[in-house]
Each structure stands twice: as C-alpha cells, then as structure tokens.
T-cell receptor, first 115, second 113 residues
Framework: GAVVSQHPSRVICKSGTSVKIECRSL??????MFWYRQFPKQSLMLMAT?????????EQGVEKDKFLINHASLTLSTLTVTSAHPEDSSFYIC???????????FGPGTRLTVL | AQSVTQLGSHVSVSEGALVLLRCNYS??????LFWYVQYPNQGLQLLLK??????LVKGINGFEAEFKKSETSFHLTKPSAHMSDAAEYFC???????????FGTGTQLKVEL
C-alpha cells in the first residue's frame, strides 16, 4: 500500500515553454501533497505544501507564479513549471500523506531538463 | 525550528561489516524522526520511523535506529552490510504540527567487496 506515482519520469523541453508534472496517490487518499526539488548530490528542498481543494503554501524563496501547484482531488496534484529556463533543470519529487502527522510517501521523481 | 545534521557525506564499508550512519537533530517540540533511502534516479523509500513509544525502531532490509533524546540522535545501523545497501540515505525530522519534513544533507553509503 501507499504507492505514489509521478508522470513523466523524464522530460526535456525548450527554454520558455511550460511543463506539467503529475503526482498521483494510487491506493490511498492524499489530503496533503508536497513538492520537493533536488539538485545533484544534494538533499531535498521543500517547495510547497498543498492540501486538497486549497491553495498551495509555498516555501520562502519559491516563486508561486513560476511553479503552479494544483491539488484538485484527493489522488492528484500537479506542478506546472511555467516559462522554464535552464536553471529550472532539476529532479522534482512529490510526496503524499493522509494528512496530519501521517508518514509521507514519495513518488519516483521527474527529471526535468530545460535546453 | 528544526534541523538535521548527518555526519559524513560518504561512508564506505565492507560487505558483511556493520553499517552506522549518524543523524543528529534539533527540534523545539517532540520530534518524529525518519530514515529514507534513495537509489539513483529514484524517489525516496521509507526505511523506518520513530513517533512515540519504543526508542529502538526496526525497519525494512534489516535496518534499525535508536532514538536517544539525551543525545538528540537517531543513528541508523545494520549489523551486516550487503551490496544492495549501496544508496543515498536521508534522515528527516518533523514536528510542531503538520508533517512537514526537514531533511539532512544525506549520506552516500558505498559497500565494497
């Protein structure tokens, strides 16, 4: 149980385009989903927290207009990187939990490369 | 505020030897503590967690960790390393309402023949 999927696993796009990444909880209802960014050989940095049906809460320094997060259902959250630039290239990982103090279950990650 | 310190960004052990990965935390409230493992180009897999109760926590793949409040530590151990244990290991802490995680910088474990 507690499986989280992400799609796509890898994406390459041109600078200036937008990319959408999906995060799905496959066998449980995720009240809360988290989006992380991980640079090579570094730790995970929390970008934002989203609760189903509410606006996402962004961490300090994360541009909310650039990284659009939607959590429209209890099993799906999306991260859209708008007007992507090479510096947005990174490994994006989502996690999902049932809320409260429940454990976070992580997706397999999405490798974004912006040319 | 919470923080996690993982001593040693790289640890190398021989196959069959003891694995010890160190984690110290700082938290203003009773912490929940986690160890996650990450294989290359993959997400994180939960190894074990401490919330309340017994301070020695057993996880998957033969790993265990002990919560020591007096030392603010949550070190990860495994009696006998296997080649398949080679991966990146992250210690994380949450607490103070909600379950936002703060991660350490990670320890790369290498297992040699």
């Amino acid at each position: 149980g507690a499986v989280v999927s992400q799609h796509p696993s890898r994406v390459i796009c041109k600078s200036g385009t937008s990319v959408k990444i999906e995060c799905r909880s496959l066998d449980f209802q995720a009240t809360t989903m988290f989006w992380y960014r991980q640079f090579p050989k570094q730790s995970l940095m929390l970008m934002a927290t989203s609760n189903e049906g509410s606006k996402a809460t962004y961490e300090q320094g994360v541009e909310k207009d650039k990284f659009l997060i939607n959590h429209a259902s209890l099993t799906l959250s999306t991260l859209t990187v708008t007007s992507a630039h090479p510096e947005d290239s990174s490994f994006y990982i989502c996690s999902a939990s049932r809320g409260g103090i429940d454990t976070q279950y992580f997706g397999p990650g999405t490798r974004l490369t912006v040319l | 505020a919470q923080s996690v310190t993982q001593l040693g960004s790289h640890v190398s052990v021989s196959e069959g030897a003891l694995v010890l990965l160190r984690c110290n935390y700082s938290s203003s409230v009773p912490p929940y503590l986690f160890w996650y493992v990450q294989y290359p180009n993959q997400g994180l897999q939960l190894l074990l967690k401490y919330t309340t109760g017994a301070t020695l926590v057993k996880g998957i793949n033969g790993f265990e960790a002990e919560f020591k409040k007096s030392e603010t530590s949550f070190h990860l151990t495994k009696p006998s390393a296997h080649m398949s244990d080679a991966a990146e290991y992250f210690c994380a802490v949450s607490g103070g309402g909600g379950n936002k995680l703060t991660f350490g910088t990670g320890t790369q474990l290498k297992v040699e023949l």
